[in-house]
């Protein structure tokens, strides 16, 4: 590869003085580079919601969770309805498709369950929901398809400092590292409700639930947490804010384990959301509840206003076909002509107009990054290094 002039680096220069986004934010590594996320204009919004892309009217639907599979191209969604006894099972061929296909219903032999929430792991779906009872339980149900599930099997049914049953609800689980990480409200004391969380290696046993956001209520305004990483910050978005038919509020914290009221960042309209991601890696955010208008499924585009569009996330583009599954876990070794190129975490890149300087053996790869194609205003300066693996390329 060639090593740009000077007229390249000024040009980069003049690219990143006109974003706002000043060198100093790069911090250089032997591995590579971090890109420290910038202030926003103070007019501008860390999330927006776009346009409701496609919807299943008519009927009342609350917490839900929606999850692709890849074997028969069909996307899923679980979800509560009407009475609390069952689940509604819907499928689509898109996400953004209309009307969704109701099919049968899941029941847990009559027991009141809300909030279901499935992840994919080695071959399985695991969906983990709250049965009601004395003490209140979160269970889990295996699948390999979806459409069939076992037997229940108890996750947690923990006790408060003072010795009651604590009122469980809500699971939603993330994978940090080598750990699994499963959110539930519940209540600390016979009193007070938080936010706390258990981990787990194999999904089976869990630790003992410990408190992850607390502001000393009284009130179960602490609804339907949801965690999405981007690059080093955690966002939950929490509902139910006040209780019961309050707000979402969402909140950053640089650890998936804590997170303190000063750490807001958006506040919205909505409630128990689910975050999900499109084959094209566009993202989405989702739309149930209790009022007329709400009531139904919906999905809404979702925009992220932090610059970290290629940063590791939580929640990954889902593979399209078995063959990709199985690649999934094998690094980009090359860019192919004719095919999108990726960076390391197998995002498109995402760098228009950019010029390439080479700094103590690393290229960079500068260039315009368009959060919205038709809003020019809101185009910054991403910073990508040109590499296989480790964010270096052999000369």
């Known amino acids: ?20 986004l000043l060198f100093s934010q790069v911090e250089v590594s032997a591995t590579g580079f971090v890109l420290n996320i910038p202030k926003l204009p103070k007019n501008q919004d860390i999330l927006e919601v776009g346009n409701r892309i496609s919807s299943y009217p008519g009927i009342y639907i609350n917490d839900h969770s929606v999850i692709y599979n890849p074997t028969e191209k069909k996307w899923h969604m679980y979800g509560i309805v009407n009475g609390e006894k069952s689940f509604i099972h819907l499928t689509a061929d898109s996400l953004t498709q209309q009307n969704w296909v109701e099919h049968k219903h899941y029941v847990d032999y009559g027991a009141q369950i809300w909030a279901p929430h499935i992840i994919y792991e080695k071959g399985k779906y695991f969906m983990f929901y709250t049965k009601i009872g004395v003490p209140r339980q979160i269970v889990c149900v295996e699948s390999t398809d979806l459409w069939y599930w076992s037997e229940p099997e108890l996750i947690l049914a923990s006790r408060t400092r003072s010795g009651n ?21 519940m209540m600390k004391d016979s009193a007070n409700w938080v936010v706390a969380y258990s981990t787990s290696r194999d999904l089976k046993r869990w630790s003992k639930p ?18 999405v990483k981007r690059s080093d910050y955690y966002y939950i978005f929490i509902s139910a804010r006040p209780w019961p038919y309050g707000y979402l509020e969402v909140f950053r914290s640089s650890s998936p384990y804590a997170w303190k009221v000063t750490d807001k960042v958006k506040w919205m309209d909505w409630h128990a959301p689910e975050i999900i991601r499109d084959l094209d890696g566009k993202w989405y955010i989702t739309l149930c509840g209790y009022e007329p208008e709400r009531n139904g499924f919906s999905v809404f585009q979702l925009y992220w206003n932090d610059y970290l569009e290629n940063a590791e996330t939580s929640v990954p583009v889902p593979a399209n076909n078995l063959n990709q599954v199985k690649k999934s876990a ?17 995002n ?3 760098a228009h107009g950019g010029g390439v300087i080479f700094f103590k053996g690393i290229y960079y790869w500068y260039g315009e990054h368009k959060l919205r194609p038709h809003l020019l205003t809101a185009a910054s300066i991403v910073i990508l290094p040109l590499t296989w693996s480790t964010g270096r390329i052999k000369e």
């Open 1 to 20: 590869m060639n090593r740009f002039g000077p007229y390249y680096f000024l040009y980069v220069l003049i690219l990143v003085l006109h974003s706002n």
């Open 165 to 185: 049953d604590a009122k469980n609800k809500d699971p939603m689980i993330i994978k940090e590292k080598d750990q699994w990480i499963m959110y539930v409200s």
């Open 210 to 227: 410990l408190i992850c956001f607390d502001e000393n209520t009284s009130m179960p305004s602490v609804e339907s947490p949801f965690v």
């Open 330 to 346: 094998t690094k980009q070794t090359g860019f192919i002509p004719a095919q999108t190129w990726l960076d390391t975490n197998g």
């Open 348 to 350: 498109a890149i995402n």
